[in-house]
């Protein structure tokens, strides 16, 4: 990540080409809000709302899989991305998200509240299944009895 501040980061905007001259930031950049920190990125293929993606180096998001190689930086979308549009991250952060805060992810049937998050088969989708790779410092304030979307809460940087 190249930079850090707050450069009014608006998670909940994308930003397409016809925007790119006044982009609040440059892809990889590590911004404030209050509910947490949040990296702005290039979608590489259409991104769901409440997507948890994978950000790589040069600041390109793309859904998240089982098939990741880590350490990779993890985060979640708060707004629907068609490819190359940019987009504010949630990337979790110490007290990040929380109850009432509106920060959510997209979690698999089953999920029991507080338990531990793996990324799945299913792209975008996370769930409390031990048989993947572990997205550390997250939690889902809630149970899931469908994939829904549920709020999150981190205690640091997301990353697998």
Request: net charge negative; aromatic share 8%; hydrophobic share 40%.
């Amino acid at each position: 990540m190249s930079q850090s501040g707050s450069f009014g980061v608006n998670y909940k905007r994308v930003f397409d080409s016809t925007v790119i001259p006044s982009l609040p930031a440059k892809a990889g950049s590590l911004g404030s809000s209050p509910e947490g920190e949040f990296v702005f990125v290039q979608a590489n293929g259409a991104i769901a709302q409440y997507a948890w993606v994978r950000i790589d180096s040069a600041g390109q998001a793309y859904e998240a899989t089982d098939a990741i190689t880590g350490p990779v930086q993890i985060g979640v979308a708060q707004v629907a991305a068609a490819d190359n549009e940019y987009l504010w991250v949630w990337v979790g952060g110490a007290m990040g998200g929380g109850t009432g805060k509106g920060i959510k992810g997209k979690i698999l049937t089953g999920y029991v509240a507080g338990a531990a998050l793996y990324t799945t088969a299913t792209a975008g989708c996370a769930d409390d299944a031990t048989a993947t790779d572990r997205i550390v410092n997250v939690y889902g304030l809630t149970v899931t009895t469908g994939t829904q979307a549920v709020e999150l809460a981190s205690t640091g940087l997301l990353s697998v």
